[in-house]
């Protein structure tokens, strides 16, 4: 169990992270299609 630990908040950080890069993404593709609209 104790080896799993690290693991364990490995994980939930790269899901934070790639949650993040998510949105950040989502804003530029945004952005870029409501700037071609105009």
């Known amino acids: ?3 799993f630990l690290p693991f364990l908040s490995y994980l939930i950080i ?3 992270f790639d949650f993040t890069f998510a949105k950040i993404w989502i804003n530029l593709v945004q952005n870029r299609s409501y ?3 105009q």
């Open 14 to 16: 790269l899901k934070d």
């Open 1 to 3: 169990m104790l080896l």
């Open 35 to 37: 700037g071609q609209l």
